[in-house]
């Protein structure tokens, strides 16, 4: 996603900064990966880098991705602090780690360690009037949407398709991707995010 950043409001900003540090440095060093290195195979500035792992910066969403991204791992390895209860209420539109943009707002519900892969719950709320364009992710990674208000092109770049309220769709996303909304009103959908077992870092040490 593109130039898109976390939620906004400071004390929630803050709190998921504090996640974003300590998960990034643990999965930097069991990747024996230096901060120089890092910043080297994402394009990212050291210093970039170097705020992230203070907790401090507010970087964009695009900016976590290019970190989850070469790092190999799940977008919710980064911004997950703990496995969530068995029985969890996220009520709309005031909790769960926020992504912001022009015209796209997420929020990251839960991550669900499977015996073949991660799956990541994410509920979107998607503007007209602009496109949103979606990394392409690690080999293996797929995207499944399932649309609940409103009309949406999304898919590959060179095999989109218009989805209406009940429609789903699932393509590949280890490559170039979109989402845009058609109509005049606002696009709520759900998205989960597959990845492959090869991205499943449950051998990673925690931070304590």
């Not at 910043?39 to 050291?46: I, K, N």
């Not at 989960?192 to 870092?201: A, G, H, V, W």
């Amino acid at each position: 996603m593109t130039e898109e950043k976390l939620g906004s409001e400071p004390s929630t900003q803050s709190a998921i900064d504090a996640v974003l540090a300590r998960n990034l440095k643990r999965v930097r060093k069991a990747r024996g990966m230096s901060l120089a290195a890092l910043a080297r195979d994402s394009g990212l500035a050291r210093a970039t880098l170097y705020q992230m792992e203070a907790g401090s910066g507010n970087p964009t969403i695009d900016t976590i991705w290019a970190v989850s991204n070469t790092l190999q791992v799940p977008f919710s390895e980064l911004l997950s602090e703990d496995e969530a209860p068995a029985v969890q209420i996220i009520r709309a539109e005031t909790e769960g780690p926020n992504v912001v943009g022009a015209t796209l707002v997420g929020r990251l519900l839960r991550r669900f360690r499977l015996s073949n892969g991660v799956l990541e719950l994410l509920h979107l709320r998607i503007e007209p009037g602009g496109i949103t364009a979606g990394h392409a992710h690690p080999e293996g990674v797929f995207e499944h949407v399932l649309v609940m208000q409103g009309k949406l092109r999304t898919g590959p770049d060179d095999q989109q398709a218009t989805l209406e309220a009940g429609d789903y769709a699932s393509f590949r996303a280890d490559v170039p991707h979109g989402y845009e909304a058609l109509a005049k009103e606002p696009v709520l959908a759900a998205l989960i995010m597959e990845y492959p077992p090869t991205m499943d870092l449950t051998h990673l040490p925690t931070m304590h």
